[in-house]
């Protein structure tokens, strides 16, 4: 599992519904749907439980997971919890911020480094006087 049971239980203090353990169903649900938004981004590979996901990314897993949780509990109605709407609203907005690029994750991305800048031909790699000119300066092509 992504989250922890604290996590999960995070979005549900003060309402009428609390959790004996995070549903793992809906919470594998609710990592699907976080991971396939975020993979064009971030490596998600990595991300596999509790310790190696980033803060934030687990909070949007356990926003989601509490409002799948609530809108299945109070199922049999007929107007759905506006909490759990809203919950999934804000889950989503973080979720398109994150995969946006207009939130980041406090994670390390490795930047590619050069150790030479290469061009080609280099002046090592030809004779200007021997070379064969490929073009000049007012050729018509």
């Known amino acids: 599992m992504h989250i922890t049971l604290a996590e999960a239980q995070a979005w549900l203090e003060g309402s009428r519904v609390t959790l004996g353990l995070a549903d793992t169903e809906l919470e594998a649900s609710a990592s699907e749907v976080v ?3 975020l993979r064009g981004r971030f490596d998600v590979s990595p991300w596999v439980d509790e310790t190696t ?18 809108q299945r509990v109070h199922a049999d109605q007929d107007d ?3 909490y759990a709407r809203k919950l999934e609203s804000l ?3 973080l979720l398109g911020g994150l995969a946006g690029g207009s939130i980041d994750l406090d994670i390390v991305i490795p930047r590619a480094t050069f150790s030479l800048l290469a061009f080609y031909p280099m002046q090592a790699d030809t004779d200007a006087g021997t070379a064969p000119r490929a ?5 018509v092509f």
């Open 35 to 37: 991971f396939s938004q």
């Open 53 to 70: 996901t980033p803060k934030l990314v687990r909070t949007v897993i356990a926003m989601l997971h509490d409002a799948w949780y609530v």
């Open 135 to 139: 073009f000049s300066m007012g050729s």
């Open 91 to 93: 889950a989503m907005t």
């Open 80 to 82: 759905l919890s506006p």
